[in-house]
């Protein structure tokens, strides 16, 4: 296997020059900006290989130039020009592009160097301003109807993974939108996977900030990693789409259309997706977003409460299990009155059902020895959502502007599961079995509403915002629980049986509304004071009733020991002040907010009152220097108190798991985190040489730590206790460094390092345990997209180690490796190949007497027909050496796991893809 995908590698790898004569290249050099044309400006074509001149000329009176007979192969144009910065542009003559009219060439005064940057050319097109890295797609070779997550492959230091998860410079994209406004809300993968590369202009890369840091200029530490697909404007006029029919063995099937409008500002979108393979229609993001709330209330760091749950309502789907789905959605979006308004809005619907069979072998290390665990989950869900947002923007006068975001959702839910377990010491005696069963329906409404007003006065920095938001959740549920323990002793005699028959009827709410007013005052030219103060009021109900059966089947007698009605009021105040020091080159952020917050909560079956006052401190501070705009550094803090949760507080019981029962411990006292970040960046132009470093280390005081007691019986109560003598801690860092490499025609290439440490502190049975978890390993990057053959590789190995200190002969630690890999190749005959895989290896351990070892790997074959190549015969191969084994190992507390899942196997496809459009007003594109 391994010698197969190294010849498949090498032939990937190697490309074919080809040379010839009669190529061209022309341009105006000019300060577009001074509406001056820079004559006499030398033009000067250097040799890719060794920078060495091949051609020179001068620009003429109107600034233009022109070098002809020129061979193929690859070059470097470079424009000089006294006072002004060096324009630099890699190119390459070929057979497909042998005349190449750069048109405009906008140079820039090298009193602006600090600001901006500028390097366009086939093979490396970036601009970079500021905090933003902009990518020009049109110096990137893309294929007839390439979708934009293809594009996205060609841009250095950004990775798109087989289900599409966008990473750049070693962070997760979080959101990705289309000339600024979200398409389809959070689902990115409607964007990447469906846009055609060629509507594209350019790719902007940020860290997008809060509405109300946009607004005011100063930064609240709320960003997220953000890519803005910008596109031309001849293409913001037509339609285009594409529709998708497949069938496989084993009965699996796709069936996806996918259509857009674009006419100015305005956007119609609808798509619907059926399929019984991993295709489910949701992006990364959105997937998540549907939990539905169970009984659990969370104090966040802020000072807020929220209601959640661990039941799945909603088409989530994580890989593990069968999925059939069926997804549709539509889009509007139009700005009008000189985008002085704008309207933005979503419907999704949704089905899915999945049928999951997951094994799990769990080490429960004690002081004593060890409890291994087997146990088997069968479960069958169906689910169905609705969810509809919309947002509504207007620019009230040249100093205010309102923005009112509105959304709602409505889950339903069925779920039936069956759970088996054997649990054994560690002389291989059994201890225990377990059997139950759960059949559960549920559902689910929400509904939020968020108003923002921003007002800015005459004097320039001085301005206020408000923020208005209003929440419900309302989650109803019942479900039926039977279950059957039986208990042995060392030498495997049955001394106890324990029987549930229970009916379990939760009915919760939550309703929130807050507001927070922020106030911006210029101190100074360079200073900046941000005040900030917010109000909060939350109500949540928490109604669960647990009933016996009097009768086989007639559940009518309330258990008091598990059933409970909590209702609770939340007040909460926060206060604050952040001062922003911008001057030159550094930028430096500090300042605290504070939480006064009161809770109180009843309940009502016993008339129990629970009161709670408490504080929460958030400082932060953050410095970043710009050594240029290709070269930052930056390093921050920020710090929060963590209030226990209602969970861990109130003496609530529950036996949904009968051998592991929770236990509430009023006596907890909050905690404080602190986590400090540090940041390195910089990017050289000639060589298109990045290096990224990222680190973030965490630590606790304080801490709220599990205080576990596991009897005899294999029964584990869990209790929360806070820990004074020691402070956990975890630490991650990301080493990325990138660069063509000359002499391999172009290729790029790499080396990427990961570090993860964390230690963490639990009791068990009175004593303590400490946990440790280690994981490091470099991985070596290769990568070349030329007009035929591109590819991307990754493979290194890495270091994995989980350790008890209860039971360290017991640990789970070794070398693995790990790989991916995604090559294409374009043939004659409009035929196409393309393949990707991910190999891994888990060695064996003291935990684990088995090595694990998978390389799933997929291939298409495409023939494509008629000149736009807009349909296309496709046949793929879903996991061909069928070795998908849904595999999984982590460590918690004093838990080291394993799990195995079902998961889509090997399968073979015929799909029948065509894309249609007809932008910027040419003809339609016909089959």
Known sequence: MKKALLLLCCYLIIGITARGQNNSIKGIVEDVAAKVKLTNATISILNAKDSTLYKFTRAAADGSFALNNLKHGNFILLLTYPEYVDYVNPFTLSNE????????????????????????????????????????????????????????????????????????????????????????????????????????????????????????????????????????????????????????????????????????????????????????????????????????????????????????????????????????????ENKWNDDKQGINTNYKLGNMNVFLDKNTLNQNNLPDGIFNSNSRELTNSKSFKQKVDGTYTIKIDTTSNLKVTIDGSLSTMTKNSSYNSVTKRGDNTLVNTSGRTNDDKSKQQAFNLNALYAKKFKKPGRNYSLNLSQ???????????????????????????????????????????????????????????????????????????????????????????????????????????????????????????????????LEHLTNQKFDRNFINWLPQASYTYKFSAQRSFSIGYNGNTTQPSVAQLQPVKTNDDPLNIPEGNPDLKPSYSSNIRLNYRTYKVISSESFYFNANYRFTNNPIVSNNTTDGKGVTIYRSANLHEKTPFSGYAYLGYNRKIPVLNGMSGGINLNFNNSKNYNYVNGEMNTSTSTSYGPSLELSSFKDKINYYFSFGPRYRAQEASLQKQMSNKGWGTSGYFDMSAKLPQKISIRTNGDYSYEPKSATYDQSIEQFIMNASLTKAFFKQENLKLVLSVNDIFNQNRGFDRFSNANSITQTTSNNINRYFMFSLVWDFNKMGGGAPQKP
């Open 97 to 332: 592009q042998n005349h190449i009219d750069l048109k405009s060439i906008d140079m820039k005064l090298k009193s602006k160097l600090l600001n901006e940057v500028i390097i366009k050319g086939q093979a490396t097109a970036i601009k970079i301003k500021g905090d933003t890295t902009e990518f020009n797609a049109a110096a990137y070779t893309i294929q007839p109807n390439d979708k934009v997550e293809d594009l996205l492959k060609k841009f250095p230091g950004l990775q798109v993974d087989a289900n599409g998860k966008i990473t750049a410079q070693g962070k997760a994209v979080e959101k990705v939108l289309v000339d600024g406004e979200e398409f389809f809300g959070d689902d990115p993968t409607l964007v990447t996977k469906n846009l055609r590369a060629d509507m594209v202009d350019k790719v902007q890369l940020f860290e997008k900030s809060s509405d109300q840091a946009a607004f005011t200029g100063v930064d609240d530490g709320q960003k997220k990693q953000t890519l803005n697909i910008v596109l031309k404007e001849d293409k913001k006029q037509g339609y285009f789409g594409k529709a998708e029919a497949g069938y496989a063995t084993q009965d699996f099937y796709v069936l996806q259309g996918m259509f857009n409008k674009f006419k100015n500002k305005e956007k119609v979108a609808a798509y619907v997706t059926s399929s019984n393979t991993n295709r489910t229609g949701l992006g990364w993001e959105d997937a998540g977003k549907y939990g539905s709330m169970s009984g659990n209330m969370e104090m966040t760091s802020d000072g807020g409460m929220i209601m959640y749950s661990t039941d799945d309502i909603g088409s989530q789907f994580w890989g593990e299990g069968l999925p059939k789905s069926t997804n549709g959605g539509f889009h509007y």
């Open 471 to 601: 929440s419900y959740n309302q989650s109803n549920s019942d479900g039926y629980i039977n279950s059957l323990n039986k208990f042995f002793n060392e030498k495997e005699v049955n001394y106890k049986t324990e029987a549930i028959d229970q009916l379990k009827d939760n009915n919760l709410s939550t309703f929130k509304i807050s507001t927070n007013f922020t106030y911006n005052e210029p101190l100074s030219k360079f200073f900046t004071l941000v005040a900030n103060y917010g109000l909060t009021f939350i109500n949540g109900k928490a109604d669960k009733r647990t009933y016996d059966a009097s009768v086989p089947g007639v559940y009518d007698q309330l258990n008091g020991e598990y059933s409970n009605y909590f209702e609770s009021d939340q007040l909460t105040h926060q206060v604050g002040a952040v001062f922003n020091y911008v001057k030159g080159k550094t930028v430096l952020n500090f300042g605290n907010k504070t939480n006064f917050a009161s809770f109180n909560q």
